[in-house]
């Protein structure tokens, strides 16, 4: 953020600046977008350290395990998201406002500001937080399991699952919630923990990770495995999602954007009604709708996060089947005052457009928060961060899928004469709607596959550790699948 602020503010480090179409422009040198594209990187690496882990870090400050404690994780993702979704709202206003009126440098040195103050708050608050100590990397002892598994897949399985190798010692510091139970799922894994003459393994002493492990390492890769289809279902979403950006821009771009005479709303801050949508959504959810839900299913969260990710991809649905008839509205008044094959703005209000917005930022708000709840939970306690980075990579998987979708449109809906649905120089002669309908089909098919991979989850099972009342370092142990 710093270089790019400074890119913004110094004049060797940026073009000089020029009105258009009073001269030519001069374009960025080699140097200048050298600094610009590495700061970018920057950011991005800074980003995907950032965000697992703050998730994840912000929750594994609730110890559910200790009945004094009546603040639940459930409801910090609630307001996690609320606060980021805040922070997006400033951004695409304030900020903007600032970048457009008064300038780039202060545009880009708020935000280098207020990291910079977060930094600090960081470090102060670092004596008041709950620190769970690294316990080595997650992905090494998914490779051990991995390995011992093949190296065993020869053998025949036990009969009984106790005889499995369990080790309460060794796994202690990551399984401090509690330790994961054997499960009958995907049983060529199990023979990572079965005891053979070939492993040297001697009473008291650490075995040979690589040749054998416990049952509870070898859960954590069935948990692992299992949540793979949860994720992929979260990836159309964003594709959906990620259109809000492109072809809805161009729409609010084409429409009449006014509010008064001499004000118009940018086209870029349509975004507005997708944000406030979102965090209305979230407030209602945690102060209306859960207590509500509670009195029905007896939760403590009033529902399951996979039966909230379910609302929310129907909703999804509903707000893609609403922007094609929106869309045909649009061209409808278009071709009414003969601006079909024109660039001009067509007298229709951009707010034809919030609907679509709306919905999107209602499906986000039981989806994505869902989403984040459903890979905490339901991860190892020792992946918890590596969860968290799946979370966002469904996001970028689905962005990517964005892409490729709109490349597969233009190909297989091209025309003879060159058009196709989705046309670069003029929306009003493609069939954007027809686009819009393509992706609720594929949201209905991913909805049917969602349904039958949360039919089927097995919710892991775990022996948790749970603090007695009394300030005693006694503890009970309790059997509980988290649901």
């Not at 023979?191 to 859960?219: M, Y």
């Not at 949201?443 to 007695?468: D, G, S």
């Amino acid at each position: 953020m710093t270089s790019l602020t400074l890119s913004a503010i110094l004049p060797h480090l940026r073009p000089p600046p020029c009105k258009l179409g009073e001269q030519v422009c001069q374009e960025a040198d080699t140097r200048q977008l050298a600094i610009l594209y590495a700061s970018l990187l920057l950011g991005a690496l800074g980003a995907g350290g950032i965000r697992p882990c703050v998730v994840a870090f912000g929750a594994d400050q609730f110890d559910e395990s200790d009945p004094k404690q009546t603040a639940k994780t459930w409801r910090y993702f609630n307001w996690y998201y609320f606060v980021m979704g805040v922070s997006i709202l400033v951004a695409v206003t304030v900020l903007v406002y600032i970048q457009d009126n008064i300038g780039w440098g202060w545009g880009l040195g708020i935000p280098t500001i207020a990291m910079f103050l977060s930094i600090i708050a960081f470090i102060g608050g670092y004596p008041l937080y709950r620190n769970l100590d690294p316990a080595g990397s997650p992905f090494t002892r998914l490779l051990q399991v991995s390995v011992a598994a093949f190296r065993k897949r020869k053998l025949a399985m036990v009969s009984d699952p106790k005889l499995l190798y369990q080790n309460d010692e060794l796994d202690a510091p990551i399984s401090i919630g509690g330790k994961l139970l054997h499960t009958i799922h995907m049983k060529f894994l199990d023979k990572a923990a079965i005891v053979v003459e070939e492993d040297n393994f001697k009473q008291g002493q650490a075995p040979n990770l690589w040749r054998l492990n416990t049952v509870h390492r070898v859960e954590e890769l069935k948990s692992i495995i299992r949540m793979g289809p949860i994720w992929a279902a979260g990836i159309l979403l964003i594709t959906a999602y990620a259109q809000q950006s492109t072809f809805s821009l161009q729409q609010a771009k084409s429409m009449d954007r006014h509010i008064t005479k001499s004000f118009q709303i940018p086209a870029g801050s349509m975004s507005v009604f997708t944000m406030t949508s979102m965090l209305t959504t979230i407030v209602f959810y945690d102060r209306i709708f859960v207590p509500v839900a509670r009195k029905f299913t007896g939760l403590e969260r009033g529902i399951s996060f996979l039966h909230r990710m379910g609302i929310g991809f129907v909703i999804s649905i509903l707000a893609t089947l609403v922007a094609g008839f929106v869309e045909i509205k649009r061209k409808q008044v278009a071709s009414s005052h003969g601006l079909i094959n024109s660039h001009q703005p067509i007298p229709i209000p951009v707010f034809w457009l919030v609907p679509q917005y709306s919905l999107h930022g209602i499906a986000e708000a039981f989806m994505s928060i869902g989403h984040l709840e459903f890979f905490y939970d339901q991860a190892p306690e020792s992946m918890r961060s590596t969860a968290m980075a799946l979370f966002w990579t469904a996001i970028s998987v689905g962005n990517y899928a964005s892409t490729l979708l709109v490349t597969l449109v233009h190909k297989f809906s091209a025309g003879s004469d060159g058009s196709n649905w989705l046309p670069d120089d003029n929306l009003n002669k493609g069939k954007l709607e027809y686009f819009y309908w393509l992706i609720t089909l594929l949201q209905v098919a991913n909805l049917i596959y969602y349904l039958i991979c949360a039919k089927m989850y097995t919710f892991k099972p775990i022996q948790a550790n749970i603090k007695e009342i009394s300030d005693s370092k006694e503890s009970g142990v309790e059997l509980a699948i988290k649901v």
